[in-house]
DNA sequence: AAGAGTTTGAAATCATTTTAACATAACGGC
DNA sequence: GCCGTTATGTTAAAATGATTTCAAACTCTT
C-alpha cells in the first residue's frame, strides 16, 4: 500500500472534513487505544457519529472500520516487537532449516550494520544528496539489482538520476563524463569488488562531485575514493553473498532523503496515487489496496 | 480479574485441561498476537473450538471472553507505553535517526518472515525450482530490483532463466507463451499489486506449471494463484515499502537450492571463478578476492 | 471393559458491531 | 437569503462474533 498508514492520514489531513480531521487527529495521537475501540466508541470519543468514523475508513482507501481497525493493530504489533528485539532468535535452529538459518543471518548482518555504520557519513550523504544536481548510481552484477532499487525510488523524488551498470569501461565513461561539481556519486559494490567502480569514482572526485561509497568494510578498495562511507555486512556462509543489509541501507537513505524533502516529494506522492488508481496498474483486489489480515495458516 | 493475567494463568496452569493448557501457552507465548485475536480465531490457531477458548476465560475468572481479550490489550497497552518511553530517550539522541528507526524495522520484518512463512511451502517451492525444466520470474516495479537478483543467481546455476519485467500485457505473453508443464514459474508482487503478475501466473497453471507466490500476506491476489506461497512482510512506516524481507527470503531460496544441486553447481562456480579472474572484472585487491577483514574504526 | 464423570466440538442462539439507507443539518456560492 | 452540494446523524438491517446447549468422545476408576 504505498504509504504507511500514519504517512497517508498526514498526506490527505487536508482532504478531511471537520469531523474526520477530529478522528485523525485522534488516531495520530492516540492510536494505541484508537485500536481497540469499536467504530461507535472511538465516535463517540471525538464527538462524532459511527458512520462519520466508517465514512473515514473508507476515506482512507480500507474496506470498512474492521480493515482500519487491523492497521492500526498491525502498527501496534510492530512497534511492539521493533523494542523486544533483545530477544531476537538467533537461534542457529535447525541444521536442515535454510530458512530459519538464512533469514537468522540477514538479522545479524543488518544489526552490525546498524553498529559499524557512521552516523555522521549518512547525514552527510543525506545532505549531499538532497544538494546534487544529477545523481549518478553505480552498481553491476549482483549490485545492479539494488541500485535499480535505489534508482526507481530515487526518480519518484529527483529529475536527474542515471545508473550506471554496464561491462565496459568505455561504456561508463559515456555515461559519467558530464559529471560536474553540482553532482554525485553513489557506488556500490561489494567482494568482489568491482574496479570500475573505483575508477568511475574517481573520475567523480576529480570533477570535484561528491563520492558515496556503499561496500561491505573499511577494507574496500572504494574507501579510499569515497568522501561518505557506508558499510553493510554482505558475506554470508554460503556461495552467495547477501545483500539484504545493503538493501536495508539503502532503505534508509531513501527514508531520510523523503523525510529532508517531505513537501516537494508528498505532493508528486499523492499525484502519483491518483496516477495508479486511475491507470488500473494494479488489482484492486477487495478494497483498492490495503492491509491485508492476519494470514491464517 | 484480581491478579495479572500472566501469573494468573502460571498459577492455574496444572489445574487446566489438555485443551486449555494449548490456549495457556499460546497466550504466554504470543499474546501480542492473542489479543487481537476473535475466540474463533485464537481456537482455530491453538487448535481447539471456540467453545474451549469461551470456556476457559470464564475459568479464569473473566466474564467471557471479550473481558479476556480486553485484559490482554491492557497488557500490550502498557508494554506500549513502556516501550515509547524507551524510544523518546533513545529518539532524543539523534531526533533524525533514521539509520537505526528503519534497519531496525527492517529486521522485524524478517523476524515476522520467519514466524509466517510456511517452511512447508518453502520446500516444495525449492523442489519444484529444481526439477523445472525453465523458470520463469516475474516482478515488476520495485520488486523488479529483486527480481533481478534472483536471476542473477539463478542463472548461475540453471539454463533457462527467464525475466519477466515489462509494462505491456502483450509483451508478458509473449514471454510467457511457450510455458510448458515442466516449468515454474516465481511471482513477485506486492502492493499495491501487479494485474498482470496474477494474469501471469494463472496462465503457468493453466499449462501445467508450477506457480511460486512471493508476497506480503494471505490476503494477497496472487495466493489464489500459486501453488506454493511464500510471505515477507513489506510494510513499513513511511512511503517507501521495504523489500529487505522479500530479499532476505529469495536469499534463502537461492542458498537451498544451492545446496540442494551442491555436486552440479560447485563446477559451475569453479569454472566461473577462473573465468573471473582471467578477465579482471574485478579488483585484486589484498588478496586476490574474497572476503575482507574486520573493518577496524 | 462398563460406567460415571469430564472434556470437547458442532450447531443453534444470542449479543454486539458494522454498514447502508434515509433524513436532516451545515456550508458555500450567488 | 435561497439553493445545490456536501457532511453528518439516526435507525434498521446485515454481518460478525460470543455463548449456550447437547450429544459424542474421551478418561479414569473399579
Redesign the interface.
Known sequence: ????L??RIDLMMNTFSKGQKRIALFIEEHY??AA?MTAAKLGETVGVSESTVVRFASELGYDGYPKLQ?AM???????????Q?IE??SSRIGEN????????Q??DK??R??E????ED??RAVDEICKAKRIYIFGV??T???A??LA??FQLIFDNVVVINT?STTTMYEHIFRMSEDDIIIGISF?????MA?EAMDFARSRGAHAVAIT??????LVSSADSIL?ARS??A???D???AP???I??L???T??KKKDE?SET?RALEQV?NRE????N??S??????????
Open positions: 500500500m504505498i504509504t504507511h500514519l504517512t494505541d487505544k481497540f487491523k493493530q498491525e502498527m501496534i504489533r510492530n512497534k511492539l516487537t521493533s523494542v528485539r531476537v532468535t532449516n535454510v530458512l530459519d538459518s538464512v533469514l537468522g540477514d538479522i543488518i544489526r550494520t546498524i559499524e555504520t557512521s552516523h549518512f547525514n552484477r549482483s545492479a539489482a539494488i535499480s532499487f526507481y525510488y561491462t567482494p568482489r569488488y568491482s574496479k573505483v561491505d568494510s573499511m577494507a574496500s578498495p558499510i558475506d554470508m554460503s556461495i552467495v547477501s545483500l539484504v538493501l536495508s541501507l532503505n534508509a531513501i527514508v531520510a523523503v523525510l516529494v506522492f495508479w488500473g496498474v494494479y488489482t483486489h477487495d483498492d489496496d490495503r492491509k491485508p489480515e492476519e494470514n491464517d495458516r
